[in-house]
T-cell receptor
Framework: AQTVTQSQPEMSVQEAETVTLSCTYD???????LFWYKQPPSRQMILVIR??????QNATENRFSVNFQKAAKSFSLKISDSQLGDTAMYFC????????????FGTGTRLQVTL | GAVVSQHPSRVICKSGTSVKIECRSL??????MFWYRQFPKKSLMLMAT?????????EQGVEKDKFLINHASLTLSTLTVTSAHPEDSSFYIC?????????????FGPGTRLTVL
């Protein structure tokens, strides 16, 4: 079974600064997908960024980028130029390849962006 | 992006009653939907995978007679919490996989907060 670990329950960052959220996972699969989801106070889950394990290049979406280290089974999220609207719970998630496979979520990191 | 709705957004019921939660894909057909449960300040726990026209696949430890799932059409899945008790109070979230959009994308509904008195 796959496990996803987020070791930072809470983090805080000042507006316009950069913050990195950590995620590690454990799997025996060689190919899989990794995701970061954001859950703001509205509770609506929003996909932030995704990474295919077979791709060496780190994914980037505007201010959000990942540092994917496959050998270390590490998948951290970097948020640049933090904005107040980034305040949310962030969940790292893992998915095996295959259309029927499910998402396995980490325990989440609560990020607070302050003035 | 694809839109998934849930109804109701919140419900309060008495212990012993049954509650039905609907999950709809608004602009696409979803052959597969997922039901999650989220406790306060906790992560999402997958309860079951709902497949259109067939029986749902439940995760270990989830009582299928307690949490009835029906996926009768390509745009609607329902979760019925039968004989609800206070310990069933939680936030329930559904998601749907979009066919043809790659095998990795799930779109989430806004969730339903269930409170059992």
């Amino acid at each position: 079974a796959q496990t996803v670990t987020q070791s930072q329950p809470e983090m805080s960052v000042q507006e316009a600064e950069t913050v990195t959220l950590s995620c590690t996972y454990d799997t025996s699969e060689s190919n899989y997908y990794l995701f970061w989801y954001k859950q703001p106070p509205s509770r609506q889950m929003i996909l932030v960024i995704r990474q295919e394990a077979y791709k060496q290049q780190n994914a980037t979406e505007n201010r959000f980028s990942v540092n994917f280290q496959k050998a270390a089974k590490s998948f951290s999220l970097k948020i640049s130029d933090s904005q107040l609207g980034d305040t949310a719970m962030y969940f790292c998630a893992f998915k095996k390849t295959g259309t029927a496979s499910k998402l396995t979520f980490g325990t989440g990191t609560r990020l607070q962006v302050t003035l | 992006g694809a839109v998934v709705s849930q109804h109701p957004s919140r419900v309060i019921c008495k212990s012993g009653t049954s509650v039905k939660i609907e999950c709809r894909s608004l602009d696409f057909q979803a052959t597969t939907m997922f039901w999650y449960r989220q406790f306060p300040k906790k992560s999402l726990m997958l309860m079951a995978t709902s497949n259109e026209g067939s029986k749902a696949t439940y995760e270990q430890g989830v009582e299928k007679d307690k949490f009835l799932i029906n996926h009768a059409s390509l745009t609607l899945s329902t979760l019925t919490v039968t004989s609800a008790h206070p310990e069933d109070s939680s936030f329930y979230i559904c998601s749907a996989r979009v066919p043809g959009q790659g095998v990795y994308e799930q779109f989430f509904g806004p969730g339903t907060r269930l409170t059992v008195l």
